[in-house]
């Protein structure tokens, strides 16, 4: 049993509502896991603590003094009627300052929508040959842009592996300039 399950078993668990082979693996995982024992052990208290608290026993003109508490607040003027924001002036302000500040997005959202789409423009890539050795074998690591084809299954090899493997046909690459436009 992990702690997910656990937790959401655990109402159950606590109130005696599980199967006795769940009843086992929740008691086996509180013995187990530090974290869910403590869980299990707050929630515990905390019933003792509800189910221990006394009676709470009202005066005996607690309903009439209520009662009339209700009527009085029945003959007062409805909440509506009190014009809210005639009794605060911040509200009033604050709601004008939104009313004003939506137009205002409004009005900036549709700007910026009704302009002409621009081109996209990048600056310009330049690009060299990479300078390559007279003799390719001289140096134990062949250059990066050398790469050679073998007829072994495999498709690329690194010239350096294939030198001695098979018979070698290396590819030249040619780098150009080219400009995105964006279209």
Not at 140 to 159: E, K, L, N, Q, R
Request: net charge neutral; hydrophobic share 45%.
């Amino acid at each position: 049993m992990d702690c997910r399950e656990f937790r959401r078993n655990h109402v159950a668990f606590v109130d005696d509502l599980l199967p006795g082979l769940d009843l086992v693996r929740m008691q086996r995982h509180v013995i187990e896991c530090e974290r869910c024992a403590h869980h299990d052990t707050l929630v515990r208290r905390a019933l003792l603590v509800v189910r221990n608290i006394p009676e709470i026993e009202p005066s005996p003109d607690f309903s009439e003094r209520l009662q009339a508490r209700i009527q009085s607040l029945k003959n007062e003027a409805p909440i509506a009627d009190r014009g809210f924001l005639r009794t605060h002036p911040g509200a009033f302000v604050a709601l004008t300052t939104g009313v004003v500040a939506a137009g205002l997005l409004a009005f900036a959202v549709t700007q910026r929508s009704s302009a002409t789409p621009r081109d996209l423009v990048m600056p310009p890539v330049v690009a060299s040959l990479p300078t390559i050795e007279s003799d390719p074998f001289s140096s134990s690591i062949a250059p990066s842009a050398m790469v050679a084809t073998a007829s072994t299954g495999i498709g690329v090899w690194p010239a350096v592996l294939a030198a001695e493997q098979a018979p070698l046909h290396f590819a030249a690459g040619e780098l150009r300039l080219v400009n995105y436009t964006g279209r």
